[in-house]
């Protein structure tokens, strides 16, 4: 079974910053994309950020210039640096990976357990 834990999440306040960090586990022949969701109280799902096997990037408009995603492929770990957080970064924030567990089966899309990031004076 594969597995995604996230860490990093917590309170600050405007201005300060966060990493989150999402590690694989499990039977993983390969990952392709990774990425972060958010999900804030009374609001749809939306993406923050994701991330090619290549490296390629794309982040929502409203975090562009302040988070940035990487990975860690041997580690099987994507992390989200978040810097100049304003309240409305407030939200549970979900990491995907989507990988393969065999080779030559499809590629699905595994979740983390979310972590809350509150930000707050």
């Known amino acids: 079974q594969v597995q995604l834990v996230e860490s990093g999440g917590g309170l600050v306040q405007p201005g300060e910053f966060l990493r989150l960090s999402c590690a694989a586990s499990?039977?993983?022949?390969?990952?392709?994309?990774m990425g972060w969701y958010r999900q804030a109280p009374g609001k749809q799902r939306e993406l923050v950020a994701s991330i090619t096997k290549l490296g390629r990037t794309n982040y929502a408009d409203s975090t562009k210039g302040r988070f940035t995603i990487s990975r860690d492929n041997a580690k099987r770990t994507v992390y989200l640096q978040m810097n100049s957080l304003k309240f409305e970064d407030t939200a549970v924030y979900y990491c995907y990976q989507n990988l393969y567990t065999s080779w030559g089966g499809p590629s699905s899309d595994y979740w983390g357990q979310g972590t809350q990031v509150t930000v707050s004076s």
């Open positions: 499990g039977r993983i022949f390969s990952i392709n994309d």
